[in-house]
């Protein structure tokens, strides 16, 4: 089933999520269905909370070389930590939650990343490069923010004033 998702300036987006404590079949179908909605709207990446689910879940689907997403390359990531990190990188990203607006942003280059699968089985990732950066944005969402928040000052009202233009078009 594919799920709503909430796009800014929606305040659900600014809940900080809570830990995930029951790894049972409601768990399991609700990733399930995050995994349709991620894939139907095009994205390598999304947060429970963008799904108005205020829970500390993510899911990341990293393209191959040829931009094929193949579900054996879903990462469930549960109740996500990140315990290492080292580099810098500039990426433009982009979020379901704030559609058509690309910027870029600074992140770690590398991570290190502890969290449970969709059982509660506890897991290990080294990450760099797209994933790496991928799951920093996610885990942003958790805690209840969006990559724009990382814009300069002048950045961020050069965003505001062509996002309200942009939804005053769509009217």
Known sequence: MTLTIITYPDKQLKNISKEVTAFDNTL???LDDMYDTMITCNGIGL?????????????????????NQHRDNLLE??????????GSVL???GCLSVPG??????RY????????NR??????LEAKELLSIA????IDHLEGKLFIEKLSYSRRKKFEKEYKKALKEKK
């Open 28 to 30: 399991h179908r609700f």
């Open 77 to 86: 990531i549960i109740n996500p930590v990140i315990v290492n990190t080292d």
């Open 91 to 93: 990426y433009q990203e």
């Open 47 to 67: 947060a429970a909370i963008q799904v108005a689910n205020p829970i500390r879940a993510l899911l990341l689907c990293i393209p191959d070389e040829e931009g």
């Open 119 to 124: 059982y509660g089985e506890r897991c290990t």
């Open 101 to 106: 607006f690309y910027e870029d942003v600074e």
């Open 135 to 138: 799951i920093q944005h996610e």
């Open 109 to 116: 280059e590398t991570l290190t990343l502890r969290y449970q």
